[in-house]
């Protein structure tokens, strides 16, 4: 079967405003001279609130962002439109089309959602004006940025996919689902398997839940690194759930089955969360060197607009890299029922079981790989490298030791992530086993997310004494 699109066509044509030539150098120069306009206009406004420390507050945070998804939103289609014009051509290909057509619905959204927060800010400015300062936290107003965006990803999501399936009505890829093989299939082993990942899962959830509830419930606790503890907690408790869930529901219902969309599904989010584990944990690592390495600066430079913005672009990077891989697959032409030794459709796993030239698929997932992968943890590396070095300038013991106990809990996690991470590719590489792989799987997948609740808790007595104020015991 040939790879790409079996719709049945390979682009669109984008009819513009008028045919008449002469009309054509108006058009262009009228919606350049806009373009201009919005893009510098925003991008003056954006520097303004960035560099001016007066304009730091939540009219103005809302306001860049703002900004920020209005060029976002212009440039989604303008400058195709001006491209068409200056070539005259009216094409628009059906991979361009797709994404036009997410990032639009995505930042018309993001808009919408923004100007609605505006306006409650307005409402607590005006009718709570003694209040203000204490309803429109730092924290509060960065999670509802967040929350906007992530609002938005999943509306645009939705509707991209529902056109999708338009276009899809039969599932040209010649299959309608996959098979997840699992670990095995004695039914004996079967059941050990479903107690053990039960009992891990809910581990998990409950742990990281505890963790952002301590966090969220004790002031003396709303930092920067706890802030960021509480996104790594949340991120988990997602990314565990990508996979675990379903790979229960199989093991309950003795099926091994999951359809090509919610393999697709999946796919993509395991890719979003396991991308923002990656960032936040390289956010967490800078925190802690501005934390040892300047200490009488911290509160300035990690100051909340930072904080927000830093967590914002790590789910920012990762959506639009699952978005990218995950289109890429949808490319892909599935000649036969594909059984995927694995307990969740990891993406090179789904890969290497197409059977239409898979080279564009591998180059971008390298790619994504050296650069979403690599770039963090040589961040995470120098920001220790530094931190290292500073420690053993530090005279006395006990400098020492209450330095580097501030990065132990964070340097535990970083070691577990990406040495389980390594061990699944390395092993992977070496035994060309995929059963391997996806027993190794597990590491970075389940236990990393489960026991992450557990090593910031047992060292840190701050999360020890809000886990007991918000549990009742004190």
Known sequence: MDPGNDTGISEFLLMRFSEKPELQPL??????????????????????????????????????????????????????????????????????????MYFFTLFAGLDLFLLTLMAYDRFVAICHPLHYMVIMNPRLCGLLALVCWILSVLHSLLHTSMVLRLLFPDNDTGISKFL????????????????????????????????????????????????????????????????????????QTQRKVITYAGCITQMYFFI????????????????????????????????????????????VISVLN???????????????????????????????????????????????????????????????????????KISSAQGKYKAFSTCASHLSVVSLFYCTVLGVYLSSAATQSSHTSAVASVMYTVVTPMLNPFIYSLRNTDIKRALKRSLGFQ
């Open 322 to 392: 699952s978005l990218l891989q995950s289109l890429m697959v949808l490319h892909l032409s599935f000649c036969s029922e594909v059984e995927i030794p694995h307990f969740f459709c990891e993406i090179n796993q789904v890969i290497g079981h197409a059977c239409s030239d898979t080279f564009l698929n591998d180059m971008l997932m390298t790619f994504g790989i050296v650069l979403l992968g690599g770039a963090p943890l040589a961040g995470i590396l120098y920001s220790y490298s530094k931190i290292v070095s500073f420690i053993h």
């Open 180 to 251: 997840l093989l699992g670990f095995s299939e004695d039914p004996e082993v079967q059941s050990l398997i479903f107690a053990l990942f039960l009992s891990m899962y809910l581990i998990t959830v409950c742990g990281n839940l505890l963790i952002i509830m301590a966090i969220s419930s004790d002031s003396h606790l709303h930092t920067p690194m706890y802030f960021f503890l509480a996104n790594l907690s949340f991120v988990d408790i997602c990314f565990t759930s990508t996979t675990v869930p379903k790979m229960l529901w199989n093991i």
């Open 27 to 100: 058009i262009f120069g009228l919606f350049l001279s806009m373009y201009l306009i919005t893009v510098f206009g925003n991008l003056l406004l954006i520097l303004v609130v960035s560099s001016d420390s007066h304009l730091h507050t939540p009219m103005y945070f809302f306001l860049a962002n703002l900004s920020f998804a209005d060029i976002c939103f212009t440039s989604t289609t303008i400058p195709k439109m001006l491209w068409n014009i200056q070539t005259q051509s009216k094409v628009i290909t059906y991979d361009g089309c797709i994404s036009q």
């Open 272 to 315: 979003i969360f396991g991308d923002c584990d990656d960032f936040l944990l390289t956010v967490m690592a800078y925190d802690r060197f501005v934390a040892i390495c300047q200490p009488l600066h911290y509160t300035v430079i990690m100051n909340s607009w930072l904080c927000g913005l830093l967590v914002l672009v790590s789910w």
